[in-house]
């Protein structure tokens, strides 16, 4: 309950520490614009994300700060010293956006309160140190400014060097394609051209059907055919070669490969002889072999393409252009997206391990923002692992949470500088090979906009950060 009472006059407010260096007139001017109130023990003094309407100077009494982190309240301080302050301590910043209470201060026991108007404060700040007023200004003005503008210089550096691995990858399938469509277009040709030899005549019309029908079983066995081991292969082959050169097939060496890679035996070649004749049966086993090659050619592009088109999805995935901002989402999937861009990224001794719960339900989020969280996270990973190490990225759920993990194995973060890792601008690479905003946007991504939590865990050998989300929202999260 808020009970003004009296005020305080102008020498009780020098005994506060931090009016004691303020003249006459100051003092004056405060006991005038400033009220007393008093709070009774396990009340509320003010609330974060309210309005900051009024600055707080503790007289007496004992409080204690706490800040919201992943929807409970987390003590921040507890105190009974004699003039410390809270509340609108930003008033004096001309920015409506920064006029929110950023923690909740409470009464532990009854206490009492020189209470100042935000707008009192703010024109008391800006009026009597002019100077300090500019310094602080410039301090939060240009440092939010530094942090969205190099925020986004990170974005796009991070944005490139993925782009440049997706262009990577994309390349592989779509060379196999266009190399795949000119052979194939050779083959066809000379399919066409021992077709007219075939059919000049030599064979009647019951031959040159039982040919087809053989063509057909060709294509079948092509889809069919097993995966022989290099050593089955090259046996199958030299078993071919030996047929064809028998039965007078010129370039047996050359055709048995593909024969093989389309499953085909001697069984099926005795079936084609006994069809053509031994006279055309070099032209019906070459035409036979250029419709084999042709399924696997078609077969090869195929796959080239569905190749292609995966990590097209996966790069729509991983930007959510083509999707609402806010949507319920398969965690499962946001990470897969993010893993296919980082593939070109991640070093040949890096061994990739998934450990998925894939009975998780999906999640509200911000799906474009959680993956760079993701890019953040497993970036770091692997610049602390470098050429050698293991990458995990694990799901679960802790509670009505939701986790994430992502473990390198690397050497670890030092102790020392483990609490100042999610701060703005603060970096253990070298100068010119970080921002220092990575994990400060991943904090404010998932702790502040999505109201979940990261936290980390390091030892030499085992880094873990863990992200957790809550896996229902009755609202959207803040925007």
Not at 154 to 176: D, K, Q, V
Not at 230 to 241: G, V
Request: with cysteine.
């Amino acid at each position: 309950m808020n009970t003004p009472t009296d005020r305080l006059g102008p020498e009780q407010l020098r005994t506060l520490f931090l009016f004691e260096s303020l003249d006459d007139d100051q003092l004056a001017w405060l006991a005038e614009h400033g009220r007393v109130e008093q709070r009774a023990g396990g009340t509320v003094v003010y609330a974060e994300g309210e309005a900051a309407t009024c600055f707080f100077v503790l007289l007496h009494g004992v409080v204690t700060m706490t800040r919201l982190v992943g929807g409970d309240e987390v003590e921040v301080t507890r105190t009974e010293q004699r003039g410390v302050y809270g509340g609108a301590t930003q008033a004096y910043l001309d920015d409506e956006s920064e006029q929110l209470y950023r923690n909740t201060l409470r009464a532990v026991v009854d206490s009492e309160f020189f209470v100042l108007p935000a707008e009192s404060f703010a024109e008391a700040v800006r009026s009597w140190f002019p100077m300090a007023m500019h310094l602080l200004e410039g301090l939060f003005v240009g440092m939010r400014a530094s942090q969205t503008i190099v925020g986004e210089r990170e974005r796009l550096l991070a944005l490139g060097s993925l782009s440049a691995g997706l262009t990577h990858e994309l390349n592989n399938p779509a060379a196999a394609a266009v190399r795949a469509t000119s052979v194939l277009r050779d083959r066809v040709a000379g399919m066409r051209h021992k077709l007219a030899m075939i059919a000049d005549g030599r064979l009647d019309g019951r031959g040159l059907q039982a040919l087809v029908e053989l063509q057909e079983e060709a294509v079948a066995r092509v889809a069919a055919a097993p995966k022989l081991s290099p050593m089955a292969a090259a046996d199958a082959e030299d078993a071919l070669t030996d047929w064809l050169d028998e039965h007078g097939v010129g370039g047996a060496w050359d055709l048995a490969p593909t024969l093989v890679g389309g499953g085909a035996d001697i069984d099926w070649l005795a079936r084609v002889k006994a069809h053509v004749g031994p006279a055309d049966l070099e032209a019906a086993v070459r035409w036979l072999t250029y419709t084999v090659e042709t399924e696997l050619l078609m077969r090869e592009i195929g796959d080239a393409v569905t190749r292609i088109s995966g990590l097209v999805g996966a790069a729509k995935q991983y930007s959510q252009l083509d999707r609402a901002p806010f949507q319920v989402v398969d965690v499962h999937d946001l990470l897969d997206a993010t893993l296919v861009m980082f593939k070109a990224k991640i070093p040949a001794g890096v061994k990739l391990v998934r450990e998925y719960d894939r009975d998780l339900p999906p999640v509200p989020a911000y799906a474009a923002e959680l993956n760079q969280v993701w890019t953040n996270l497993i970036d770091n990973a692997l610049g602390a692992m470098g050429e050698k190490g293991t990458l995990t990225v694990r799901t679960g759920r802790s509670g009505d949470q939701l986790t994430v993990e992502v473990v390198d194995t690397g050497s670890g973060i030092p102790p020392e500088v483990r609490p100042r890792i999610f701060e703005p601008f603060f970096t253990t690479k070298p100068v010119g090979s970080g921002t220092g905003l990575g994990l400060d946007i991943s904090y404010r991504i998932v702790v502040r906009k999505h109201h979940g939590d990261i936290r980390v865990e390091s030892v030499p050998g085992n880094t873990t950060f863990r992200v957790l989300l809550p896996l229902t929202a009755e609202h959207p999260p803040a925007p």
